[in-house]
C-alpha cells in the first residue's frame, strides 16, 4: 500500500523542516506533502528546501483543509498526518504510526505524547481525541462530509466517525515528544488568544456533532 505523510503548516518555518526530515527517512513512506495554510513566513520554501511537495493556500482556512487540501494531491491508501510544530519525533514513532495500520491490526492509530513534558502529556492524557498525529486508511477520510469546514474540530470528527462506524483504532505511545505550545510561537497574551479560539472552534464541532 502506498503511503503519504501529509503535514499541516501554519508558520511553522522554525520546525518543520525536522519533521520531514525525519519522515524522509523512513522507507514506508513513499511521499511528504505539506501544506502552508495561508502562512506569512517561510514555511513553504523552508519545505520545498527540504523536498517536500508543498501546496501553498493563499488563505488559512484552517487545519481541516489544509488536510483535505493534502489528500487531494496524492491516491496514497495510507495517510499519515503530523503536526508541523513537533518536537523530538524519531523514525520510530512514524513506524509504529504507521505499522499497525499498514498490517491491518488497525484502521486508524492515534499518537498520544509521553515523557515529552508536562503540559502536552496531561492535554492529551486528558483528550486523546485532539491528537493531529494519526495515520489511517483512506477511505475513512472519504467517508466525512465537508471535512474541510471544520478547522480545529478536525480530530473531533474523525473521532465520531470512527466511534459511530466502530472503526478499529488503536493508541499510540509516542514517547519523549511534544510540540511547540501556541504561548512560545506567538507570546503570552497572542498564544492565549489563538488557544481560547482553537478551543471555540473545537467545542463549536462537539456541540455540532
Do not use: C
Not at 503535514?7 to 527517512?25: L, S
Not at 493534502?70 to 498526518?81: E, N, S, Y
Not at 475513512?140 to 466511534?163: P, W
Not at 488503536?170 to 481560547?196: C, D, N, S
Amino acid at each position: 500500500m502506498k503511503v503519504a505523510a501529509i503535514i499541516p503548516a501554519y508558520n511553522e518555518e522554525r520546525t518543520v523542516a525536522q519533521v520531514i526530515k525525519i519522515v524522509d527517512q523512513v522507507d514506508l513512506v513513499d511521499e511528504i506533502i505539506v501544506v502552508s495554510d495561508g502562512s506569512t513566513d517561510t514555511t513553504a520554501s523552508v519545505a520545498l528546501n527540504q523536498g517536500a511537495t508543498v501546496i501553498e493556500l493563499e488563505q488559512n482556512i484552517g487545519k481541516g483543509g489544509a488536510m483535505v487540501a493534502g489528500m487531494a494531491r496524492t491516491k496514497a491508501d495510507v495517510i499519515l498526518f503530523l503536526d508541523a510544530d513537533l518536537i523530538g519525533l524519531t523514525q520510530q514513532h512514524v513506524y509504529d504510526l504507521l505499522e499497525p495500520v499498514l498490517k491491518g491490526e488497525a484502521e486508524m492509530t492515534v499518537g498520544i505524547f509521553e515523557g515529552g513534558r508536562v503540559a502536552t502529556n496531561l492535554a492529551q492524557k486528558l483528550a486523546p481525541f485532539l491528537s493531529g498525529q494519526r495515520a489511517m486508511r483512506r477511505e475513512i477520510l472519504e467517508a466525512i462530509s465537508s471535512l474541510d469546514l471544520t478547522r480545529f474540530g478536525v480530530e473531533i470528527a474523525l473521532t465520531n466517525y470512527v466511534e459511530a462506524k466502530g472503526v478499529l483504532v488503536k493508541e499510540v505511545l509516542l514517547r519523549e515528544m511534544t510540540h511547540v505550545m501556541k504561548e512560545e510561537k506567538l507570546g503570552l497574551v497572542k498564544g492565549f488568544v489563538a488557544r481560547m479560539k482553537m478551543y471555540w472552534e473545537i467545542a463549536k464541532y462537539v456541540k455540532k456533532g
